[in-house]
């Protein structure tokens, strides 16, 4: 049986954006597959369903450890007000998850 790691990204949304008014920051949330670095499950702190659905879309079997593709697939696809907090989020949380121990 495959275990998995949960972590999340975190990073400051646009001031005039509603994830801030709601949450604060922007969030998001990965499951992902400690033996193959693969995205099992995601969310994040998007107000709205369809934003969330469509996040997940993005990531959902993608490697966390190719931060270049994923950057990539946001810029080209991902065109609400929050894109950059999303990258830097998403970025923070490849980070962590770099820096864990079974990672490697």
Same mark, same amino acid.
Request: glycine fraction near 4%; proline fraction near 3%.
């Given at each position: 049986m495959t275990s998995s790691i949960y972590l999340t990204g975190e $990073?400051?949304?646009? +001031?005039?954006n509603p994830i801030m008014a709601q949450y604060g920051l922007f969030y998001i $949330?990965?499951?992902? /597959?400690?033996? @193959?670095?693969?995205?099992?499950?995601?969310?994040? +702190? $998007?107000?709205?369903a369809l934003t969330r659905k469509?996040?997940?879309?993005?990531?959902? !079997? $993608? !490697?966390?450890?190719? @931060?270049?593709?994923? @950057? /990539? +697939?946001?810029t080209a696809r991902y065109h609400g +007000?929050?894109?950059k907090a999303l990258i830097v989020a998403v970025n923070n949380a490849a980070k962590k998850y770099h820096e864990l121990p079974t990672s490697s």
């Amino acid at each position: 049986m495959t275990s998995s790691i949960y972590l999340t990204g975190e $990073a400051k949304a646009p +001031s005039n954006n509603p994830i801030m008014a709601q949450y604060g920051l922007f969030y998001i $949330a990965f499951e992902i /597959e400690a033996d @193959t670095h693969r995205v099992l499950d995601v969310d994040c +702190s $998007a107000t709205l369903a369809l934003t969330r659905k469509f996040i997940r879309s993005l990531f959902i !079997d $993608a !490697d966390i450890t190719d @931060t270049g593709r994923l @950057t /990539e +697939s946001i810029t080209a696809r991902y065109h609400g +007000s929050s894109q950059k907090a999303l990258i830097v989020a998403v970025n923070n949380a490849a980070k962590k998850y770099h820096e864990l121990p079974t990672s490697s």
